[in-house]
């Protein structure tokens, strides 16, 4: 990903690096459901099966997982397997300035 575009992202980038196993998690809970032979997915319902059906201890941020980083893990799925295009679907993300 390029430089972050305001708020929400920069805290996206801050919890990713902080906690790279989430990531890990979601692309092991999105493969199943791809396997599973779904069309399309929410990234939000794997997100929940992160927070609720894991031990994962998470660091920087008071939630386990931020409702607002579904978009940003959407995008970075994406683009590491583009072969999936389209299994999350996206909106576009209105921005907040990060001055």
Do not use: C
């Amino acid at each position: 990903m390029l430089k972050a575009a305001n708020d929400n992202e920069i805290k996206f980038r801050e919890f990713h690096e902080a906690n790279p196993e989430i990531y890990d998690l979601i692309k092991h809970f999105a493969m199943i459901a791809i396997k599973s032979g779904r069309n399309h997915y929410g990234m939000q319902s794997v997100i929940e099966r992160v927070r609720w059906h894991t031990t994962v201890e998470t660091d920087g941020s008071p939630y386990k997982i931020n409702n607002n980083h579904a978009a940003y893990y959407t995008k970075l799925f994406n683009e590491e397997f583009p072969q999936y295009a389209g299994f999350f679907r996206t909106r576009n993300m209105q921005s907040r300035s990060a001055a």
